[in-house]
């Protein structure tokens, strides 16, 4: 069945980070159990990364923790570094994102439970409202096909668009049925969205890489998510040895803490991220 959410409900979100220690290595690693080791974890810099300094500066030293946070841009490389031993852990993707990676290239990965949602939203520099997109309008869309279903869920949600009902979760512009419109889809690299939002009459875009383009989900978007039973919360992944490390274990605690959770809210005062917990 696709996923559903409400039309134009503040809602939240979605940037790349790593915490270190690998599992594999010689000094000791997410297996290893050490509580002098640090947490090398991967993820995205907004606002991933920014939950993760936060329990660095604030909640680690006192749990007998350290972080060792990566950056990353781009949604491939947090998994390949994760399973080839080069990170303990990322923070960055959803269960949607994360289950298609690991059916397609074969991780053995486990995951903690969901920390945040960013609200997918779409965004125009040309019209006001989607009701004033002109026939054959140009709407940038992700090619990643978990999050390419999450754009096109806000467009039936608009009634610009109808998709076939072939019984897939994921959707794609391929299962578009009714298009009165003739949008013209352009599919595109996500992170290159927001830098090229003028060369489109809409651009739905994934949050984080909206906050790290200047674009407020809440208070600049057409269309935006809701975060009422939404299933894209992000939340730290592990490889599938290592869930029950006492370290991973207690930092996905403090990710899940009345502290965080203020942090979130306070941060993100206008729904721009939203804590999933």
């Known amino acids: 069945m696709r996923r559903r959410f409400l039309p134009i409900?503040?809602?939240?979100?979605?940037?790349?980070?790593?915490?270190?220690?690998?599992?594999?290595?010689?000094?000791?690693?997410?297996?290893?159990?050490?509580?002098?080791?640090?947490?090398?974890?991967?993820?995205?810099?907004?606002?991933?990364?920014?939950?993760?300094?936060?329990?660095?500066?604030?909640?680690?030293?006192?749990?007998?923790?350290?972080?060792?946070?990566?950056?990353?841009?781009?949604?491939?490389?947090?998994?390949?570094?994760?399973?080839?031993?080069?990170?303990?852990?990322?923070?960055?993707?959803?269960l949607p994102y994360y289950e298609v990676q690991v059916a397609e290239r074969d991780y053995d990965f486990g995951h903690f439970p969901g920390i945040h949602i960013e609200p997918y939203?779409?965004?125009?520099?040309?019209?006001?409202?989607?009701?004033?997109?002109?026939?054959?309008?140009r709407v940038g869309i992700t090619n990643d096909p978990s999050n390419q279903a999450r754009a096109l869920d806000l467009l039936v949600e608009a009634d610009l668009i109808t998709l076939d009902d072939t019984g897939e979760e994921d959707p794609t512009i391929l299962d578009v049925a009714d298009n009165p419109?003739?949008?013209?889809?352009?599919?595109?690299?996500?992170?290159q969205l927001p830098r090229s939002l003028q060369d489109f009459d809409l651009a739905i875009i994934n949050g984080n890489y909206a906050l790290e383009g200047g674009?407020?989900?809440?208070?600049?978007?057409?269309?935006?998510?809701?975060?009422?039973?939404?299933?894209?919360?992000?939340?730290?992944?592990?490889?599938?040895?290592?869930?029950?490390?006492?370290?991973?274990?207690?930092?996905?605690?403090?990710?899940?803490?009345?502290?965080?959770r203020t942090f979130i809210t306070t941060r993100w005062p206008k729904g721009e991220v939203l804590p999933a917990f």
């Open 9 to 94: 409900a503040v809602s939240v979100l979605s940037a790349a980070l790593t915490l270190g220690a690998c599992s594999n290595s010689d000094d000791g690693g997410a297996g290893g159990g050490s509580g002098s080791q640090p947490i090398r974890i991967g993820a995205s810099p907004t606002p991933h990364a920014e939950i993760l300094q936060f329990v660095q500066d604030e909640l680690a030293t006192e749990a007998g923790l350290k972080l060792d946070i990566v950056e990353y841009t781009d949604y491939i490389q947090p998994n390949v570094a994760l399973s080839e031993g080069d990170l303990d852990a990322n923070y960055f993707q959803h």
């Open 121 to 137: 939203a779409a965004y125009s520099d040309s019209v006001d409202d989607v009701a004033d997109l002109p026939d054959g309008a």
């Open 181 to 191: 419109r003739n949008l013209e889809f352009v599919e595109t690299d996500p992170e």
């Open 215 to 260: 674009l407020n989900p809440a208070a600049d978007s057409l269309l935006i998510e809701s975060g009422e039973n939404n299933p894209y919360a992000n939340f730290v992944a592990v490889r599938a040895e290592d869930v029950d490390d006492p370290r991973l274990v207690k930092l996905n605690e403090l990710l899940h803490s009345a502290e965080v």
